[in-house]
């Protein structure tokens, strides 16, 4: 059985992988937008010259998950970069999910794992193109329900300014249900 985990460069789905390729059982593939490898990417050892990086680094690697199993894409990291000149808090974060879902999805055509463990937002595609197949989709769902957060914005002003725009909030929210109505009804138990 092949699980591939799908993160665009969250801070903690390295432990989910870490726990899955520690078991042993199946084939782990870990796909994510950036992925600390020094021994394995030359370019990487420039990255601790910038000042403020380590802690950055630290987050998007772990001694435990073998580099062996971890897929990065270039459109991925160069997004990471550069659009940050561009873009600022969510607006930022969701076109980086929707690259990395854009990326996965033709990924998972290819290769057909037999479950797919995606992120809110950085998903959809993905569990389409799984569900085509007849494969497995499971959602790591990072914040509470996209209706909670709703009632939050209405509620607090500070939510909406973390959330960005009317626009940009809605499109997220659209996004999240549509990931949700993709997930099975039923609750899967790995061996």
């Not at 897929?71 to 930022?92: D, M, P, Q, V």
């Not at 055509?109 to 998903?123: A, F, N, Q, T, V």
């Not at 209706?147 to 659209?174: C, H, M, P």
């Amino acid at each position: 059985m092949i699980i591939a985990i799908s993160n665009p460069s969250r801070q903690h789905t390295h432990r989910v992988v870490e726990a899955l390729a520690k078991g042993g059982t199946h084939e782990v593939i870990f796909l994510t937008s950036f992925w600390f490898m020094p021994e394995t990417i030359v370019w990487h050892k420039w990255l601790k010259k910038i000042p403020g990086i380590k802690g950055q680094v630290s987050k998007k690697s772990s001694d435990v998950v073998d580099d062996k199993i971890v897929i990065t894409h270039w459109t991925g990291i160069l997004f990471s970069f550069f659009g940050r000149f561009f873009y600022k808090g969510e607006k930022r974060s969701f076109i980086e999910d929707k690259i990395h879902d854009r990326w996965v999805a033709n990924w998972v055509g290819k290769k057909r794992p037999d479950i797919l463990i995606g992120y809110e937002k950085s998903c959809l595609r993905s569990f389409r193109a799984v569900k085509g197949y007849g494969g497995t989709t499971l959602l790591d769902l990072a914040q509470v329900h996209a209706s909670f957060i709703e009632k939050l914005r209405a509620q607090y002003s500070f939510f909406r300014t973390i959330t960005g725009s009317d626009a940009l909030f809605y499109n997220v929210s659209e996004r999240k249900k549509e990931e949700y109505n993709l997930l099975p009804n039923n609750i899967v138990r790995l061996p």
